[in-house]
C-alpha cells in the first residue's frame, strides 16, 4: 500500500509504510529549492515512519548543482543517515551526465556503508528493496 507524501510538476514522493521505503520520481529537471523542498518532505516521511530503504528514480533529472550536492551532503544526509537508511536503489538519469555525476554520489554512500544497488527499472529497484 502506497501513499503519495508530496507531488507537484516536478516529483512525486511516495512511502510504503509497511515496506519501510521512501520512492521518488523525478519528472523533469529539478533543482535549486524544488529539490530541497522534495528531500525535505521524503525526509519527514522517511523518519515519520521509520523507514530504512530508499528507492531513487531520476531518469528525468540531469545533473545537480554543486549546491545542491552541498546542501544535501550537509542538509539531508545527516537526516537520513541518522534516522537509518541503509538500502538505495537508484534508476540514473538518462542524460550522460547525470549519469556521471550520480555515479559520483552513489560512490560516497557506498564508501559510508549504505546498500546500493543500480536499476534500469522501478519494478526491478522495488524487488530488490523488499528483499533487503
Keep these: 500500500m502506497k501513499q503519495v507524501v508530496f507531488d507537484n510538476e516536478y516529483a512525486t514522493v ?4 509497511e515496506k519501510g521505503i521512501i520512492h521518488h520520481k523525478f519528472k523533469k529537471f529539478i533543482w535549486g529549492e524544488g529539490f530541497r523542498q522534495t528531500m525535505m518532505n521524503a525526509a519527514d516521511a522517511f523518519e ?9 528514480d531520476d531518469r528525468e533529472n540531469s545533473a545537480l548543482r554543486p549546491e545542491d ?6 542538509v ?7 534516522a537509518g537508511w541503509k538500502h538505495w536503489a537508484v534508476i540514473l538519469p538518462e542524460k550522460v551526465v547525470g ?6 554520489i552513489i560512490d560516497r554512500y ?4 549504505v546498500n546500493v544497488k543500480v536499476f534500469s ?8 528493496l523488499e528483499k533487503q
Excluded at 121 to 128: F, P
Aim: proline content about 5%; hydrophobic content about 35%.
Design 48 to 56: 515519520k515512519y521509520g523507514c530504512t530503504k530508499w528507492l531513487s
Design 14 to 17: 511516495w512511502v510504503y509504510p
Design 121 to 128: 527499472d522501478s519494478e526491478e529497484a522495488m524487488e530488490w
Design 69 to 74: 550536492i552541498e546542501w544535501g551532503q550537509k
Design 76 to 82: 539531508w544526509e545527516p537526516r537520513v543517515l541518522k
Design 110 to 113: 557506498k564508501s559510508i556503508g
Design 99 to 104: 549519469q556521471m555525476n550520480m555515479k559520483k
